[in-house]
């Protein structure tokens, strides 16, 4: 079955409380919920205090998606803050991303780590048994609202092969540019998680919005 996560970087942030207070009932599976620092993408978002603030709000799983340097300084603040999943970047500077896992699974949530769309699927292949989710980038980090970039569909059948082969669990979740008709794609290709910003907050209907990217 197919989780949808809506990306609330495309919610309005003068009513995050109410975008949040509603996914559940819209269909929504989990919440993604990006952060930005200014110096791995060219943007700013939101931290743990928000995800302190949205947490009493749902009970569907905070998919926090760390797009920042220095990500393990982030883990104890995010566990603090009721966070239920942690993705950091391999292209960041951490240098020890097998301890940066085991770390974040030692917090208690669930751990993954994510390749933007130049970083070729060999990036993961040591740590997926570290990893209860890769987050694949069909776009480039840093903003909503961006076209799917192709390419990213042979990266999900790779990893989707890989996996099966070695007979994990691992999930594969696709982040950027997830609208009806790559949403069909990506599912065809293998993945099990789609996140989706624009699509689902500028939907006239998100909960329409949300029923059709599940196919
Ligand atoms: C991009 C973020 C995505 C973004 C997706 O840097 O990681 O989660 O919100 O937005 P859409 O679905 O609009 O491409
Ligand atoms: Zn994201």
């Known amino acids: 079955m197919i989780k949808i996560a809506p990306s609330i970087l495309s919610a309005n942030f003068a009513a995050m409380g109410d975008a949040v207070l509603h996914l559940k009932e ?49 883990i104890e603040p995010f566990r603090k803050a009721g966070a239920d999943i942690l ?4 292209e960041s500077s951490e240098r020890h991303l097998h301890r940066a896992l085991q770390a974040i699974h030692a917090a208690g949530m669930q751990a993954g780590v994510v390749l933007n ?22 776009v480039n980090p840093g903003f909503g609202g961006q076209s799917f970039i192709p390419e990213t569909l042979s990266k999900i059948r790779q990893l989707r092969a890989e996996i099966g082969m070695r007979n994990l669990n691992t999930l594969i979740e696709v982040d950027g540019g997830v609208n009806p008709i790559t949403a069909k794609q ?30």
């Open 26 to 74: 819209q269909g929504a599976d989990w919440i993604h919920f990006d952060v930005m620092d200014g110096n791995f993408v060219p943007n700013i978002t939101f931290g743990p205090d928000m995800c302190k603030a949205l947490r009493p709000l749902t009970d569907l799983p905070i998919d926090v998606h760390l797009m920042v340097e220095h990500p393990s300084d982030w």
């Open 117 to 138: 769309p130049a970083t070729p699927i060999s990036a993961c292949m040591y740590l997926l048994p570290e990893c209860d989710l890769v987050l694949l980038m069909s």
């Open 87 to 90: 993705t950091i970047h391999v």
């Open 186 to 215: 990506c599912i065809e290709a293998g993945a099990d998680v789609l996140v989706a910003g624009s699509a689902v907050f500028k939907a006239p209907d998100p909960t329409e919005m949300i029923r059709l990217l599940r196919g």
